[in-house]
């Protein structure tokens, strides 16, 4: 079984999850830990002679220590790079949370000392016209590690965020500040502070902008510990 699981969401699409997904995994193998992680949905998935493939999700397989077949790592892949549930649609395909909380408890029964569970754009993405992803760790009882990506709206986009995964009964573990442009936004400093002061959670590091940035690289500027409390 693994022994601690976190589902890692953003304020947005594009923030930076699969990075900061990525470099948590090998943050953790630096300590000498096992890691797993799954992308239970993707769309933006490119054709390739092995099917479907999802850049992320193949960084995510690249990062974590156990071999896994790709179809475990992302078991839903859909071609349009649009939301999830309109890509299902448009592949005639279904999603619900409970198909995709199972492919998690199918991943969980494997030994590992940390699981990653990857969600898609940010909190609230729909599944379908009942369900938002939300849904998915609200059934695991998963606590939630939140990405925000360092640019203008951000204390808005997170405490909100915040405000929405307390509401659903789940805890924000921690969150990571990432620079998603090489131009650092303005008054950085007092953006982080308020950040730190109001998100009520610990903030595990702030990862800088690197181009071509490989998570390996960027592992030094976590710090886990929190993460491993108990």
């Not at 022994?3 to 995994?25: H, M, N, Q, R």
């Not at 369900?131 to 925000?148: F, H, N, Q, S």
């Not at 990571?176 to 730190?196: I, Q």
Request: with cysteine.
């Amino acid at each position: 079984m693994a022994k601690t699981c976190y589902f890692v969401t953003g304020t947005d699409t594009g923030v930076g999850k699969t990075l900061v997904s990525a470099t948590l995994l090998e943050a953790a193998k630096a300590r000498g830990m096992r890691t797993l992680a799954i992308k239970p949905v993707a769309s933006g998935c490119d054709m390739t002679p092995d099917g479907l493939r999802n850049e992320d999700a193949l960084i995510l397989q690249a990062a974590m220590t156990e071999s896994l077949p790709y179809e475990q790592v992302n078991p839903v892949a859909l071609a349009p790079a649009i939301a999830p549930h309109v890509a299902a649609a448009e592949a005639g395909r279904s999603l619900s949370a409970q198909r995709l909380v199972g492919f998690c408890r199918g991943l969980q029964t494997r030994p590992a000392d940390l699981m990653l569970i990857e969600g898609a754009g940010g909190w609230r993405v729909p599944l379908n016209e009942r369900e938002t992803y939300a849904a998915v760790p609200r059934a695991l009882g998963t606590p939630v590690i939140l990405v925000v990506a360092l640019r203008l709206g951000c204390i808005n986009h997170a405490l909100l965020t915040a405000e929405a995964i307390r509401a659903d009964g789940l805890t924000l573990a921690g969150w990571v500040a990432n620079r998603p442009a090489p131009e650092v936004m303005a008054n950085e400093p007092e953006t982080l502070n308020y950040l730190r002061g109001h998100l009520g959670a610990p903030c595990l590091g702030v990862l800088p902008w690197l181009e071509n940035a490989a998570p390996a690289v960027l592992a030094d500027a976590l710090d886990l510990t929190v993460l491993f409390e108990k």
